[in-house]
């Protein structure tokens, strides 16, 4: 038997849902990755996180509608489920990397960093924006955090950062606003070694 999805009046066959999902969704992989990235400075966390959103969007396509901008769609579901995973990781324990667990066991190398420490995409992130920066982004809170990396580094518009986020334009402005000083107000010391005053 055909599995079918329904969506909105219409029951799509499983193969024109897939057709709508690799045409509206897949060229957004690269910047959902960048985004989980840098939200959560955790290679394998990102990739769970885009991979959770890729089953919801795919589960959840009878809301989207076709022609619209996936962009936005799915980086709001990106943004949810970092959230709900952000919400449960304050509630539990902190991860512990296996590998670091093994050498301190074995005995190996106790100075050695965990290997999380080695993860060449942060890097790579790192890099680019600089340590410092890196820092004092990673250092804001979430909400804040959020808000930076979609105007500034993923150039959404107030309108589209709006409905990503579920606020009102003007909580998006005033966010943005207190976001952006208060990175500033971190940044101020390592501005004046770069000759800003």
């Known amino acids: 038997m055909l599995m079918e999805v329904e969506v909105k009046d219409k ?4 193969g024109n849902a897939r057709r709508v999902f690799e045409k509206e969704f897949m060229p957004h992989m690269d910047a959902m990755y960048n985004f989980a990235l840098k939200l959560t400075a955790d290679e394998d966390d990102a990739q769970d996180l885009v ?11 009878n809301s989207f509608e076709p022609g619209t901008y996936a962009k936005a769609w799915l980086f709001r579901i990106l ?11 304050s509630r539990g324990p902190s991860k512990v990397e296996f590998e670091w ?15 999380y420490f080695a993860d060449l995409q942060a890097e790579t992130v790192n890099d680019m924006l600089g340590d410092e920066i890196t820092a004092a ?8 955090r959020m808000i930076i990396i979609l105007c500034d ?9 709006a409905k990503i986020l579920d606020i009102p334009i003007g909580t998006v402005r ?14 101020v010391n390592y501005a004046k070694t770069k000759g800003y005053n």
């Not at 991979?51 to 396509?61: E, G, M, P, W």
């Not at 959230?83 to 449960?88: A, E, F, L, M, V």
């Not at 005033?174 to 940044?187: D, G, I, N, P, V």
Request: hydrophobic share 35%; glycine share 2%; net charge negative.
């Open 79 to 89: 943004k949810n489920n970092f959230i709900n995973d952000y919400r449960k990781k």
């Open 101 to 115: 667990v093994e050498q301190s066991i074995s005995g190996e190398d106790e100075a050695a960093e965990p290997a």
């Open 11 to 14: 029951i799509y066959s499983l």
């Open 137 to 144: 982004l990673q250092s804001l809170p979430v909400d804040f």
């Open 153 to 161: 580094l993923e150039e959404f518009s107030y309108e589209e950062m």
């Open 51 to 61: 991979q959770d959103t890729c089953l919801k969007a795919y589960r959840f396509i």
């Open 174 to 187: 005033s966010r943005l606003h207190r976001a952006r000083a208060l990175l500033k107000t971190k940044l």
